[in-house]
């Protein structure tokens, strides 16, 4: 005996209210549902409540549904919807700033397919007619067959393999437009293979005893998710027309929001104050670049065992962005030709390679300029020996092969333990923002204890510094103009 089809096991439900039919449905859909809220906002959690939400939506239209409807399509776009409201509902109780949503165009075959177009696959889902999008739900995001997506549609087997060629070029284009210029062979592939997940143990069986009681034994979150989205359902009369750029009330008072604004404000679970490796590990593979709610910078790296750079920062500068992309992290030695945002922003590069080329790609998009690497002469600082013996400079007495260590705990302090003399070079540079040539000649790792007269972090003196500097160092920045290595930020042209 053939296994019942989605509208048998609906009609099953609607008639009967039989679990046994339901609990089937959510089974074969569920990892649909769960993947799609997933990517839509980015945070487990909210995904298994968003699916949740979704099923009791489901034991409420079951009735209703015309046996024309393709459940797979149904849900997922009633998933969208509901991702929409729930991110609308994140919006409102945060009061963030906008956002600027930007994904990699990072234009690499094979296994860095995926990294590229999940940022921007359900947007161009929505922008597809319903019988396009529901041919590449069925046949990619369900792995069915030609045969079956045609029975679905009411269609031959032909006919159904037109329709999803047709479909598939039509999302080739509209990637094509996002800046990812991939075949439809490779878009295939990475959407059939890496869009669908499995949803976490257990969840279908808890979806289906809760939505079983069409959510009377909800949370109050999950029924508000519920309520906001039939709601919505009922302003676009069931036809869930939700695209990116067209405007969709939201219940937000008296404003309208778009779907894209609420895209736009969307949070993510790497976007938190400080910098912590173990958060940027465990991320997926992503490229972003966001403004940030923080008033304090962090920023870092995390290598992966094949050797690959992983970088985030919250709450940088434009220019931070910029040294992240190009890795020269030296705001001395780079030259700006070309006027950059005044905000703060986060910034994350966690795909599998790539990572660099991608975020260049997003500091053009968003800020509007490139950089080079280029010898220049410029003023520059010659740190040289003018006093042997100085008392401040003493050579570590543990092997260098030992942790080594620079703090700046207060206005007008600086230290090291076991620090070669580029630490205090370093340091110095960010002090004069101008480049120093260390022409010391020495090797040596050093324990350092620097202070001199300043009385807060934002005037800084300089010419204290530099007495302070040969006073007890023994060392002085004499002026010179020399050919260095900069970083030109340019706009694009």
Known sequence: MSEPDDHQLLAEFARTSSEAAFAALVQRHVNLVYSTARRSVGNAHAAEEIAQAVFIILTQKAGRLSSRIVLSGWLYQTTRLTAANFLRGEIRRQQREQESYMQSTLNQPGENVWPQIAPLLDDALGKLGERDRNAIVLRFL????????????????????????????????????????????????????????????????????????????????????????????????????????????????????????????????????????????????QVRVLLSKYKNGASGTSWDKTGQIKVMGTGVSAEAVVHAAYRFYNPSRTVFSAELPQSKFDYIGSLAAGNEKALQQLVKKKFGVIAKRETRETEVFILKIRRSGAGGLKPSSVSPQAESSSQNNAPGEWSCKNSPLSGLVHYLEECTRVPILDQTGLKNNFDIDLKWKQSDWEHQNSDGMKQSLLDQLGLELVPSREPVEMLVVEKVK
């Open 142 to 285: 369900e792995n069915k067959s030609l045969a079956e997506v045609g029975a679905a549609l009411g269609a031959s087997e032909d006919a159904a393999k037109m329709r999803v060629n047709r479909a598939l070029e039509k999302l080739r284009k509209l990637f094509t437009k996002r800046g990812v210029a991939l075949s439809a062979t490779l878009i295939a592939g990475a959407v059939s293979s890496s869009s669908v997940q499995a949803a976490p143990v257990g969840l279908a069986k808890t979806i289906s005893a809760v939505a079983i009681t069409k959510g009377a034994a909800a949370g109050v979150s999950t029924l508000a998710l519920v309520k906001g989205a039939l709601k919505i359902m009922a302003w676009t009369k069931a036809k869930m027309a939700v695209v990116v750029g067209v405007g969709v009330l939201l219940a937000a008072g008296t404003a309208t929001i778009t779907v894209k604004e609420i895209q736009e404000h969307r949070t993510y679970p790497w976007q938190v104050e400080g910098f912590n490796s173990n958060v940027l590990d465990q991320q997926p593979p």
